[in-house]
């Protein structure tokens, strides 16, 4: 029996994460491996810096500008760094832009060993580092269709996925531990061990040089990729659908207020619930063997947000059915039904980001790649923070759990208009990709 015929008969058997890329290409392989241990880091070091503001300012908004502070280097380096990655080398750009990551990470434990406590000073580090990841992160996804081949995209872009979840799991549990047994600095310090090994994982990758008509890096080449994706209605529909998602029904800026007010719990309930999410996600990445065979990739997309904003809808309606905290300040049972729902959710959002991603992949060419991931980074990082804005005045005006009802019926309306309005999208084949 041939090779490829046994291949056959294994996959539809397949139910978790398919490793195919990992054995196929090394060089994938060690970007992978880089990616999952700097995820870790910069988790560990996102909540050390929340919990250095607070410990100098005792102030919660202002550990709420770290967000706003962080927002705006990665709009503009998230646009202009995809330009940049169209126009040079893109090995280069990631080992560049990694060892911009490396240095920041190595100023945060620096500036805490040498006890300078200056908020400012923490926040110019943030917006620094944003502007290093918003380069670094487009190069990385627009790297994979030059080591892979398209029918492996979506395992890639799935284990991707994964490594991050497991991140945005396993590094803020860590770091709580870390900031009172080592301190700041140890804590910051443990992001550079981990950024160290993870630039060594870049080096060996085979040089990458632009292909095609090469576009000076800067303003016009960025009007351009923004250009190109006016016209291409599949592609930008990916990022249509996941604004939709993320601005009408992204729940995570009413936890703390579940957990203060409304489940009970406090601080350790809005941890719960901030795991929900993240844990759907691992599990999607876990059992995501089945991704790889699905040929309506746009169909898949639509499917998976109708998800996301059906869960979040039972999620408020879950909310709504709780009296109140416990007596003693506990949490209502309601809290598990309510971390399940959210889990569901995290499995629908990753879901739809591996198609999504895959569908920006095998649809673009490759001299424009670099900018749509930069559209594609500052979307995704965009788009919750909206969110939070958008969902956190709702709640103000009619309560947490309305709120989330409301946004997950918005978020599925609004989708299924835009696949109505947009048919094409729904049609999409992953063996006939069409931009």
Same mark, same amino acid.
């Given at each position: 029996?041939?090779?490829?015929?046994?291949?056959?008969?294994?996959?539809?058997?397949?139910?978790?994460?398919?490793?195919?890329?990992?054995?196929?290409?090394?060089?994938?392989?060690?970007?992978?491996?880089?990616? %999952?241990?700097?995820?870790?880091?910069?988790?560990?070091?996102?909540?050390?810096?929340?919990?250095?503001?607070?410990?100098?300012? @005792?102030?919660? %908004?202002?550990?709420?500008?770290?967000?706003?502070?962080?927002?705006?280097?990665?709009?503009?380096?998230?646009?202009?760094?995809?330009?940049?990655?169209?126009?040079?080398?893109?090995?280069?750009?990631?080992?560049?832009?990694?060892?911009?990551?490396?240095?920041?990470?190595?100023? %945060?434990?620096?500036?805490?060993?040498?006890?300078?406590?200056?908020?400012?000073?923490?926040?110019?580090?943030?917006?620094?580092?944003?502007?290093?990841?918003?380069?670094?992160?487009?190069?990385?996804?627009?790297?994979?269709?030059?080591?892979?081949?398209?029918?492996?995209?979506?395992?890639?872009?799935?284990?991707?996925?994964?490594?991050?979840?497991?991140?945005?799991?396993?590094?803020?549990?860590?770091?709580?531990?870390?900031?009172?047994?080592? @301190?700041?600095? @140890?804590?910051?310090?443990?992001?550079?061990?981990?950024?160290?090994?993870?630039?060594?994982?870049?080096?060996?990758?085979?040089?990458?040089?632009?292909?095609?008509?090469?576009?000076?890096?800067?303003?016009?080449?960025?009007?351009?990729?923004?250009?190109?994706?006016?016209?291409?209605?599949?592609?930008?529909?990916?990022?249509?659908?996941?604004?939709?998602?993320?601005?009408?029904?992204?729940?995570?800026?009413?936890?703390?207020?579940?957990?203060?007010?409304?489940?009970?719990?406090?601080?350790?309930?809005?941890?719960?619930?901030?795991?929900?999410?993240?844990?759907?996600?691992?599990?999607?990445?876990?059992?995501?063997?089945?991704?790889?065979?699905?040929?309506?990739?746009?169909?898949?997309?639509?499917?998976?947000?109708?998800?996301?904003?059906?869960?979040?809808?039972?999620?408020?309606?879950?909310?709504?059915?709780?009296?109140?905290?416990?007596?003693?300040?506990?949490?209502?049972?309601?809290?598990?039904?309510?971390?399940?729902?959210?889990?569901?959710?995290?499995?629908?959002?990753?879901?739809?980001?591996?198609?999504?991603?895959?569908?920006?992949?095998?649809?673009?060419?490759?001299?424009?790649?670099?900018?749509?991931?930069?559209? %594609?980074?500052?979307?995704?990082?965009?788009?919750?923070?909206?969110?939070?804005?958008?969902?956190?005045?709702?709640?103000?005006?009619?309560?947490?759990?309305?709120?989330?009802?409301?946004?997950?019926?918005?978020?599925?309306?609004?989708?299924?208009?835009?696949?109505?309005?947009?048919?094409?999208?729904?049609?999409?084949?992953?063996?006939?990709?069409?931009?």
């Amino acid at each position: 029996m041939s090779a490829g015929t046994q291949q056959g008969r294994r996959r539809p058997g397949r139910l978790f994460a398919d490793l195919t890329p990992l054995r196929h290409s090394p060089a994938y392989r060690r970007m992978w491996s880089g990616t %999952f241990l700097s995820s870790i880091g910069s988790q560990l070091t996102n909540v050390a810096v929340g919990l250095q503001v607070y410990d100098l300012t @005792g102030s919660t %908004f202002k550990v709420g500008l770290v967000g706003l502070v962080a927002l705006v280097p990665l709009i503009v380096f998230g646009l202009y760094g995809g330009s940049i990655v169209d126009a040079f080398d893109r090995r280069r750009v990631i080992i560049t832009s990694s060892t911009g990551l490396f240095t920041m990470a190595l100023c %945060f434990a620096l500036q805490a060993w040498a006890g300078l406590e200056q908020l400012w000073l923490l926040y110019l580090l943030v917006a620094v580092q944003s502007g290093f990841w918003a380069v670094n992160s487009p190069a990385r996804m627009a790297i994979l269709p030059r080591l892979l081949p398209a029918p492996m995209l979506p395992a890639a872009n799935a284990l991707s996925g994964l490594a991050n979840s497991v991140g945005m799991t396993l590094g803020p549990l860590l770091a709580g531990f870390w900031v009172s047994w080592f @301190g700041f600095g @140890g804590t910051y310090f443990s992001e550079v061990v981990l950024l160290g090994v993870a630039l060594t994982t870049l080096v060996a990758l085979p040089p990458m040089p632009p292909v095609g008509e090469v576009r000076r890096s800067g303003l016009g080449s960025v009007l351009e990729g923004l250009n190109y994706l006016r016209t291409r209605p599949n592609v930008r529909m990916t990022f249509v659908v996941d604004l939709i998602a993320m601005i009408f029904a992204m729940p995570r800026v009413l936890f703390p207020a579940l957990g203060a007010a409304v489940i009970g719990g406090g601080a350790e309930t809005a941890g719960i619930l901030a795991a929900g999410i993240a844990t759907g996600a691992v599990l999607a990445g876990v059992f995501s063997g089945p991704l790889g065979r699905v040929r309506r990739q746009g169909l898949a997309v639509l499917v998976a947000i109708v998800a996301w904003g059906s869960s979040i809808t039972l999620f408020g309606l879950v909310v709504g059915l709780s009296s109140g905290p416990l007596p003693d300040g506990g949490a209502r049972w309601l809290l598990w039904p309510a971390f399940a729902l959210l889990a569901v959710s995290g499995m629908a959002d990753s879901i739809s980001g591996v198609f999504r991603s895959t569908i920006l992949q095998a649809a673009t060419p490759d001299q424009m790649r670099g900018r749509l991931q930069g559209v %594609f980074v500052v979307v995704v990082a965009g788009g919750p923070r909206l969110g939070d804005l958008v969902v956190g005045s709702a709640a103000d005006l009619t309560g947490e759990g309305v709120a989330a009802v409301a946004g997950g019926l918005t978020c599925i309306a609004l989708v299924v208009l835009m696949g109505l309005l947009q048919p094409r999208f729904a049609r999409y084949d992953a063996r006939d990709p069409q931009p």
